[in-house]
């Protein structure tokens, strides 16, 4: 099946770290960018968190800023997203997408208006004590 895939979601406690990987299933991700997104319970859609380009540029929001960083391994096929510091505010669903089009990635309406090639299923992710 041709897919992206989350993993690494858990309970941590607030001030720990998570490193969650969203691989590519069934297609390369050589010439994808990939961005990650997050939605709480009650809420809408954010994003995009962080993202990377096809040939390695990245960006992250002012809003985990400082705390998150992308990176890959592209002859895995996978992206990589690593929390530090989390909150109980960074429990969420986590997903990843993947776009041939990175600039989708860095419009306003990323998280809710645009199409992209493939999303994920999602990992949960909960900080709590």
């Known amino acids: 099946q041709v897919q992206v895939v989350e993993s690494g979601g858990g309970l941590v406690q607030p001030g720990g770290s998570l490193t969650l990987s969203c691989a590519a299933s069934?297609?390369?991700?050589?010439?994808?960018?990939v961005g990650w997104f997050r939605q709480a319970p009650g809420k809408e859609r954010e994003g995009v968190l962080c993202m990377e380009s096809e040939v390695g540029s990245t960006y992250c929001g002012d809003s985990v800023k400082g705390r998150f960083t992308i990176s890959s391994d592209r002859a895995k096929h996978t992206v990589y997203l690593q929390m530090n510091n989390l909150t109980p505010e960074d429990t969420a669903v986590y997903y990843c997408?993947?776009?041939?089009?990175?600039?989708?990635?860095?419009?306003?309406?990323?998280?809710?208006?645009?199409?992209?090639?493939?999303w994920g299923q999602g990992t949960q992710v909960t900080v709590s004590s």
């Open positions: 997408a993947a776009d041939r089009n990175y600039l989708k990635f860095l419009r306003p309406n990323a998280a809710a208006g645009e199409v992209y090639d493939y």
């Open positions: 069934g297609f390369r991700l050589d010439y994808y960018a």
